[in-house]
């Protein structure tokens, strides 16, 4: 029961750490929400996509672990149309989005180095970043790296909130100054 | 082929980030890991407007002429000159700064740098005050709250929260920045502000208020106002709360302080401040330096002259006197008849009621790209980049020193500024 808790908190996450850290976060722009998809889909429970119900469907399209597509009444009946429309537009970030859910953008980006040196899992890989230094080259197996003045993310699969137990992490982008880095739901 | 070098320093601001690892393709820098965007166009943009010979200026135009002609004349140039200026050092290394001075002695003449507008004036109120103060690597390791103040870091020194203050896990801050309380005081809410804890909007101009209620709260005042300067006295009361309670507060204070109303007094008054506060507990202040060596030519200056800058040799020995000595009175009171302009570019930086006066007088400049200085001198000569091309030592904001590497040669035939400086230098005690 207890390894299944950080999947629990994952899914019903009402982002208290991001609130709670008295750092006003995403306010200008609203955050990609479960109701906000759920009311665009069909809501008939058909199970043609193979999930019991469509707020099943939803959060597993929020983790990314189904494709809209597979949603076939939502395009076939053309009642639904134009909520097709408006609900490929209001996920379309998740496709940006890599395994994760974590967005960087390098218009944004000042090469600080913050999202290195607070990222724990950096740091399990290269242990001097946690103490503020830049690594000597590049690790293959490192998440943030800032090279050419600008964050790159290399090996994602290491994020924590990746990697098995998925704990609901946000330090990298609580920590970003420019909100260079994003992570959705 | 390429090759990979670690641990150079970076010359794009005060806090001279010494993990830089840089990729090189046959003498030509190609990328690099951990410099942040400012650093990064250090290292890549090299030769952007690269001056590459030096010029005369005859009759209006530009003339290429050989480097031994330029300095020739150079050296006349000064030495005809009453009150010859020589003028800038703060991107340039302390080796070259030492010879500078030097030269300014043979000469007797007049040396400033630009920390004279800048904080090089905070380092005067040294002369006044007490100052705490501890490395960076101390903040790093023992500092539980970060105080700055009117300094936006993220801007101005990208790396200076990730690689020191707030973000990084010390010796005894294992925690980072979960242990760590972090305060911006500032006129409005910078992207600094975005990640810290608090954030105090002061009035404009009304720093020395804030500062001074504070010092009286400290000394057990109980001053009969509700606000100062826009923030309320119970705010003020929790700040002071939290340093005290802290075990080592780091405050770095940066221009925004300096060039409000009040300017170095400000900074007097919050050192005055810092030294009331040590006998509850560990408190230091850093200031927030701009160019990477500004703070190396005060060290310099300081063991040559007795100064830390703004030194006046016409009467053969070293004079000091802020207000009468410093650049921008020399150029408002016109005392100055010829001027030598080392790695800065004052017509940019300085205001047009200053600089106007450069367009009467002979200026020469060594700069290593084109810069609206260049545009008005009469001679230009080229130089390599310091921190780069040149090895040297530079003294990062908490006075530091640093040795930098040369990771790649300079364009054939250019020269350094020590180099350059020597060579005036010689000619200079020769025609004496
Ligand atoms: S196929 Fe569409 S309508 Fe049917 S259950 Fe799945 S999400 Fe709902
Ligand atoms: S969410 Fe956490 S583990 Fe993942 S990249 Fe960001 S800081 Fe690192
Ligand atoms: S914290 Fe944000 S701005 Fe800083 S390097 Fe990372 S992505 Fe870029
Ligand atoms: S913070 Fe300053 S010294 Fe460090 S990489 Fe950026 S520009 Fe260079």
């Known amino acids: 029961m207890l390894e299944k808790l950080p999947y629990l908190i994952e899914l019903q996450c009402i982002k208290c750490l991001s609130e709670s850290s008295g750092v006003k976060r995403m306010s200008e722009k609203k955050r990609l929400n479960a109701m906000m998809i759920y009311k665009l889909l069909p809501q008939t429970n058909c199970r043609i996509c193979g999930e019991p119900n469509c707020m099943a469907f939803t959060v597993k399209l929020l983790n990314r672990s189904v494709e809209l597509k597979q949603c076939t009444p939502l395009f076939d009946e053309e009642q639904y149309a134009e909520k097709a429309e408006k609900l490929k537009e209001l996920i379309a970030p998740l496709e940006l989005a890599k395994e994760t859910g974590i967005i960087l953008e390098d218009e944004k980006c000042i090469g600080c180095g913050n999202c290195v040196v607070c990222c724990p899992a950096n740091a399990t890989v290269a242990p001097e970043t946690s103490g503020g230094k830049g690594i000597k080259e590049a690790h293959p197996d490192i998440i943030f790296l800032v090279e050419k003045g600008l964050a790159r993310i290399y090996k994602l699969e290491r994020c924590r909130r990746y990697e098995p137990p998925r704990t609901n992490c946000r330090v990298c982008e609580m920590m970003c100054p420019t909100k260079a880095i994003e992570i959705l739901q | ?432």
């Open chain 2, 1 to 432: 082929m390429s090759k990979e070098i670690s641990d150079v320093i970076c010359p794009g601001c005060g806090v001279l980030c010494d993990d830089i690892t840089v990729n090189l393709k046959e003498n030509v820098i190609v990328s690099n890991y951990n410099a942040c965007t400012k650093g990064n166009t250090k290292f890549l943009d090299i030769n952007a407007n690269r001056l590459l010979k030096p010029t005369i200026k005859m009759n209006g135009t530009n003339k290429e002429v050989d480097l031994d002609t330029a300095i020739s004349k150079t050296a006349e140039i000064l030495l005809n000159a009453e009150s010859p200026f020589l003028y800038g050092w703060s991107a340039t290394t302390c080796e070259a700064q030492r010879i500078g001075i030097q030269l300014a002695k043979e000469l007797k003449g007049l040396v400033d740098s630009t920390s004279s507008f800048c904080h090089g004036v905070s380092l005067s109120t040294l002369l006044e005050n007490s100052w705490s103060t501890a490395t960076l690597g101390e903040v790093m390791n023992r500092a539980d709250v970060i105080l700055y103040w009117g300094s936006n870091p993220i801007e101005s020194h990208p790396r200076h929260m990730s690689r020191y203050t707030t973000v990084p896990r010390g010796i005894f801050r294992q925690a980072g920045k979960e242990e760590r309380t972090v305060v911006v005081i500032d006129i409005r809410k910078t992207r600094t502000a975005n990640i810290t804890d608090r954030f105090l909007e002061v009035e404009p101009n009304r720093d020395f208020e804030l500062i001074s209620v504070l010092r009286s709260l400290v000394n057990g005042d109980r001053p009969d106002i509700e606000t100062v300067a826009n923030v309320t006295l119970k705010e003020v009361n929790r700040l002071l709360e939290l340093i005290k309670e802290a075990d080592f507060c780091a405050i770095f204070f940066g221009l925004g302080l300096l060039m409000s109303a009040g300017t170095y007094h400000n900074v007097s008054n919050l050192l005055s401040f810092v030294a009331e506060l040590n006998q509850f507990t560990k408190v230091v202040a850093i200031p927030m330096i701009g160019h990477y060596n500004m703070i190396g030519f005060n060290h310099v200056c300081s063991w040559l002259t007795g100064f830390p800058y703004g030194v006046d040799f016409r009467k053969e020995y070293p004079m000091f006197n802020p207000g009468e000595t410093t650049t921008v009175e020399l150029l408002q009171q016109k005392e100055i008849d010829a001027m030598l302009c080392v790695a800065a570019d004052p017509v940019s930086t300085l205001p047009y009621s200053l600089t106007s006066y450069l367009k009467e007088i002979p200026v020469i400049t060594m700069d290593r790209q084109m810069t609206p200085t260049t545009r008005i001198s009469k001679i230009v000569i080229p130089v390599a980049l310091s921190g780069i091309e040149v090895s040297g030592t530079a003294y990062r904001m908490d006075s530091v020193p640093l040795y930098m590497k040369n990771i790649i040669s300079p364009p054939d035939g250019i020269l350094s500024d020590e180099m350059i400086l020597t060579k005036l230098l010689e000619l200079v005690k020769e025609a004496k």
